[in-house]
Structures are given as C-alpha cells and as structure tokens.
C-alpha cells in the first residue's frame, strides 16, 4: 500500500469515528430531550411566575417589571424566557421552559455521557447516561423555569475544563483556552446562583489534594506563593478589609426562609428514600472507583461529597441545590459498577448456575440463572423509588406538582373577586405572583415566608407594610399586622389557593373580623380561594393608617376595574387530566 493508500484510509477511519461519534451524540441528546418534555406545557409553579411576570415586561417595554416593583435576580434567564416569548410569538409557558431549560438539562446528559466515556470508557459512560436519563430531580429541573438547569450545565463544564486542564497532557495553548473557557464557565455559574461557591470550594480542594501537594513538594516557587497568599489573607483579615463580605457570605449561607428548619439530615433522608441501594452502598462505591480510577474518581467524589456535606449544614435546603453535582455521584457508582461488573456478575451466575446443573442439563441451567440474576436485578431496580418517580415524569402521568409544589390554576377567581371590587373591597394577597397572573394587582400581602425574605434583604430593622422589591407592595408577615387596614376598610378581599378557606389562616382572619364586628364569607372555586369582611352599613369606623391603597379610588380594586390593571396571563396546557 502507498503512502496515499495509506493516507486515504486513515481520513476514512477518522471520518467513520467523527460519523459514529455524532450519531451517538443524536441518540444520548435525542434520548435525554424526550425525557425531558413530557411536562413543560403544564402550568407554572409559583417560583417560575417571578422569571415569566418579569419576562413579559421585558417583552413589551424593556424592564423586569412586577406591578411597581422588579424581579432582577436571574435576569439572563428572564432575558432567555422573553427571547422564548418573542420566538414562540406569545407568553408560552412550553417555549419559556425549552430554551432555557430543557435544552441545558439534555446537554448536561450529553456533556457528562462523552466525559465520562473519555476517562473511564463506554460501559461506565452508558451507565452514567441511564442514571441520568432516570434522575427525577433532572427531569424536573430541566423542566423548570428558573436558572438552575443552566447554572448546573455551567458549573460541570467548568469544573470539567479545569479537570482536563490539570489532568491531560496539552499544547500551551490549548491549556490557555481551557483554563480561560473553563474559569468563564463558573464565573457564568456563579451570576445564576450563588451557590456555585460551594462547587468551587470542592474544585479548589480537589486542584490542593490531586496537585497542590505535588507542587509544593517540587516546586519552591509555589512554596513561596503559598506563604506569600497565606500572609496577605492574614493580613486582609486582621484588617477588617473584607469583613463585610464574609459577614454576607455567612449570612448567605445560613439563611432560611421562615419557618427556619435546622434540619441536617434532609438531604440524607431524601438519598435514603430515593436511592435505598445506592446511598447505603455508596462508601463502598467510592472505594472501589479510588482503586479502579483514583484520580478521575477523587475529583468525582470530592465535588459530590463536599457539597453535600457543606449544604447540609447550611440555612436553605432543597434537593435542587445537589442539581450541578449529581452527576459526579452518577459517575463515582459507574466507575464502581464497571469495575465490578465482570467479576460480580460471573460470581453470582456460576451460583445460580450451581442450584440447577444437577437437575437439568447446562444449557437449560444458562437460561435459567440468567433469568434469575434479571429478575434479581430487576427488584434491586425497582426498590429505589427514583427511577420509579423518573417513569412518572418521563411519560407525563404527574401534572398536578413540580418540583413538589401545586400547579395552581385559579381560573374562576375574577367571577369570585369582582363583586367585592365592585363595592371597592381593599385586596389583600397571600400568593403575590398568582394574584398578579390571574388577578391582575393587589393592595397588600400577606406573607411571613417572604417577609422573612425582605428581613434577609433590608434588614432585621424591617417592619410591616415594608414595600416588597419585587411588587412594589406593602407586605406584612403576621395576621394581626392587618387589623388596622381591616378595621378601617368597609370591605376586604383575602385570596390565596383553595386550601387556605380550612387553613388556620382563615380561622385567624375571620375571628380578627368578627372581634372587629364585621361579617366574613368565604368562596372558593378552581384552585383559588376568597375570604372576604364587611362591616355594617354606617358603622363608625377608625381613621386609616397613612398607607398606599386606603385612599378610596386609589386601591387596586379601581385599577382592576379601570382596566389600569390586568391579568398577566401565560399560556399552558391544564393540570387537570
């Protein structure tokens, strides 16, 4: 053969790899995008309603405006959802999920699939693609409307360009160009979601422990940056100079929402329950990927383990917060897996095949163990109630919740509310962005949760009927901070979704209104409820509070009816199937 001979062959080799290579990318990210669709069309949970009230005034006047106030957090990703909007040619809650969620979500599957192939081969690669194909809380991510699907896409690709940069043998520049793509990508994460402090704090330790060490063994220069960087920490601490900063920081960090929890041990429960087999298993998994692969398995189980333990002792829980470091526990048990694979499984068969050999002939007793040992795997399958919840979501049977919260859709709630409107009823919301999409505007809020918010955001100093930045609204965190307006207001509206009518919200609201002598009636229909008060015609009542809304003719209910304000609606399939 010469050397053209030679020559053609070899580009056709490579043409046949990129062509195998592409192809199987189609068939992970066409897998990973059919996973991840079965519920985007469906209403949104009220976190989402902050990204598409804000994207919708993005859409029609350039601001990130709710009622008089704004929702900026995340705003790249209300800017992706009024791109959605614009592209889709309305306010669709499916496009709001696709661009920037569903389509981050199967990336992730694909990024972590190649990644995986590449530093510990195909059969941990296909593991680690099936468990995050079955991963409930991707699925539900990736259908989401907020940033984390594209913040977790961030980070790993982040932390996966300074693996490979530290790990494989490169061309300087090529070096350059993933220490700079790959510093960008976690600087991306971390303007969506603060939380990418703690992934990074796992990277810096794995960078100490997997190559720190080395260099300061060999190198005296970074000895000296090291004593160097040590003093000018000490010394910006002994100064005060970044005090501020590590006070927010720890602010930040134990922070939580009322009613505060405390709770270390949530996201264990939630392994233990979702993952039975694997999270009981999971320090044996971890030591055998150390010695199957002990770098790449290092960095896997220091990203996973460190956050988990840092979030675990932190204010804010939720299981989406483990979102941009699952898929390293995902490939911490693939590397194990394949490792034991061959001889677990030829262990375990030749046990099988060892109950049938004296009673039935080999071939027969090949069949049969091979049948048991699926069966047997099956059952270890079908007890980690994850892959059962992934079936679910997968193939669209769970419209009512996401993300473990209720797709309230409050359509019958104009019909409910516009007699009280119509007699200039004060509107009082417990479920700010719902009343804002459904209702139009409101006068006040009540709400203690997100008024420990506002404590978070001002200040300990913050009183009730603060203004909201995100409404613009006075909102209050206690029933009896309402006695003023309720007491001086001859009607009043309070609406919030349809558990609140047999809620000790409502048994406190309405024993606050008959102590004040007025009446209380209570209706509720598709998903929403209304309590509303009204004192006797004549009655002498108090003076109001010096507050927005109380003025007569200035309240939102002469705005809803104006027309001044309107229901800020979006467009979605019904929950109700």
């Known amino acids: 053969m010469g050397y053209s001979d030679a020559h053609r062959s070899s580009i056709r080799e490579r043409s046949g790899s990129l062509n195998r290579t592409l192809l199987l990318a189609g068939l992970v990210f066409a897998l990973a995008l059919a996973s991840r669709i079965a519920l985007i069309g469906l209403p949104p949970i009220y976190d989402e309603l902050y990204h598409l009230l804000a994207a919708l005034s993005l859409s029609e006047d350039g601001t990130f405006a709710i009622l008089d106030g704004e929702y900026r957090r995340g705003a790249t990703l209300t800017r992706l959802v009024a791109l959605s909007f614009e592209l889709s040619g309305g306010p669709h809650v499916a496009a709001a999920r696709f661009l920037p969620s569903v389509l981050p979500g199967a990336a992730l599957v694909l990024l972590v699939f190649f990644w995986v192939r590449r530093v510990a081969g195909f059969p941990a690669a296909a593991i680690v693609a099936a468990f995050m194909l079955l991963w409930p809380n991707g699925i539900q991510v990736s259908q989401y409307v907020r940033f984390y699907a ?53 990277l810096g330790l794995w960078i100490f422990l997997a190559h720190g060490l080395d260099w300061l063994r060999r190198f005296r220069m970074v000895r000296l940056t090291l004593v160097a960087g040590l003093a000018l920490i000490t010394v910006c601490l002994v100064s005060g100079a970044f005090d501020t900063l590590l006070a927010q920081l720890w602010k930040t960090y134990n922070w939580e929402p009322w009613p505060a929890q405390n ?192 404590i978070y955001s001002y200040g300990p100093e913050t009183r009730p009927f603060a203004l909201d930045f995100r409404t613009g609204r006075p909102l209050v965190p206690l029933v009896e901070d309402l006695r003023p307006v309720m007491a001086c207001k001859p009607r009043g509206i309070v609406v919030s979704n349809a558990p609140m009518i047999d809620s000790e919200l409502a048994r406190e609201l309405s024993q606050m209104a008959l102590g004040l002598g007025a009446t209380v009636e209570t209706r509720s229909g598709a998903g929403a409820s209304l309590l509303g008060w009204r004192h006797p015609v004549g009655a002498a009542l108090p003076a109001c509070p010096d507050l927005p809304g109380l003025a007569s003719g200035t309240g939102a209910a002469a705005r809803l009816l104006s027309g001044e304000s309107q229901a800020r609606h979006v467009i979605s399939a019904s929950a109700l199937r």
């Open 150 to 202: 594209l913040q977790g896409l961030a980070f790993v690709f982040g932390a996966i360009c300074i693996h490979d940069l530290l790990e494989r043998r490169t061309s300087l520049w090529w070096g350059v160009t993933l220490g700079v793509v790959g510093l960008c990508a976690l600087l991306f994460a971390l303007h969506l979601q603060t939380l990418t402090i703690v992934g990074c704090a796992a």
């Open 263 to 454: 709770d270390t041990t949530f996201y264990h429960r939630y392994f233990r329950d979702a993952y039975p087999t694997f999270w009981s298993l999971f320090p044996i998994a971890a030591l055998i990927a150390l010695h199957a692969r002990p770098r790449v398995a290092l960095f896997c189980i220091l990203l996973f383990g460190v956050s988990f333990v840092a979030l675990s002792f932190g204010g804010l829980k939720n299981i989406r917060y483990l979102y941009s470091v699952m898929p390293f526990f995902f490939a911490t048990w693939a590397i194990a897996l394949v490792h034991l694979a061959g001889p677990f499984l030829r262990y375990l068969s030749g046990i099988a095949r060892s109950l049938f050999t004296p009673f039935l002939p080999d071939r027969w007793s090949k069949r049969i163990s091979s049948g048991l040992l699926a069966l047997a795997f099956g059952f270890i399958f079908a007890t980690n109630a994850a892959f059962e919840r992934s079936a679910d979501l997968i193939l669209g049977t769970e419209t009512q919740l996401l993300l473990d919260k209720n797709r309230w859709e409050w359509t019958e709630l104009w019909p409910l509310a516009r007699p009280w409107l119509e007699e200039e009823a004060v509107v009082i919301s417990a479920e700010e962005m719902r009343t804002v999409q459904w209702l139009g505007d409101f006068d006040f809020a009540l709400n203690r949760p997100r008024f420990s918010e506002l």
